[in-house]
């Protein structure tokens, strides 16, 4: 059955960073992924004479902020990146590409965001009671994306 005959399974992806060295392959995964939207912003328009409605005007495209989370790893490249930001105050802005694979891990779907950069870098409640994963969760900026559909 072709590809495009189902709907893709949404679990099995990959997330990119320009800025990692690939040293740290477990850098690269993460347990979900959000904030991939876009919205087109309007401005309304009064016609003179004409009171049953306002035409709305489309004028430009609004992104979301990328959210990202995973297991903590200790000192990882993306997180040295974080740190940059956030406590030196230097902005690095990297691309990041999201990956949707297929069964035999090939890329079905490529989200490209470009000009990313770390607005929050938050850690999970450390909790004695629980029996969890310490999880991070990154939110990350970026000016737009362009989606690739695999053949």
């Given amino acids: 059955m072709p590809q495009n005959e189902y709907p893709l399974p949404g679990f099995h992806f990959l997330v990119e960073f320009g800025i990692s060295q690939g040293q740290n392959t477990y850098d690269n995964y993460f347990q979900s992924v959000s904030g991939l939207t876009v919205e087109i912003n309007t401005e309304s328009i009064k ?35 974080c740190r940059k930001a956030i406590e030196d105050y230097v902005f690095e802005p990297t691309t990041v590409t999201i990956k949707l694979l297929g069964s035999e891990h090939k890329s079905l ?21 629980k029996n969890e994963i310490l999880v991070e969760t990154l939110e990350l900026n970026y000016n737009f994306f362009t989606v690739n559909y695999e053949s």
């Fill in 47 to 81: 016609e003179g004479g004409e009171n049953r409605f306002e035409h709305q005007i489309p004028v430009r495209t609004k992104y979301g902020t990328l959210v990202l989370k995973r297991g903590v790893l200790k000192e990882t490249d993306i997180i040295k990146w």
């Fill in 109 to 129: 779907i490529t989200w490209n965001l470009t000009h990313v950069w770390p607005k929050k870098w938050d850690i999970a409640d450390l909790d004695a009671s």
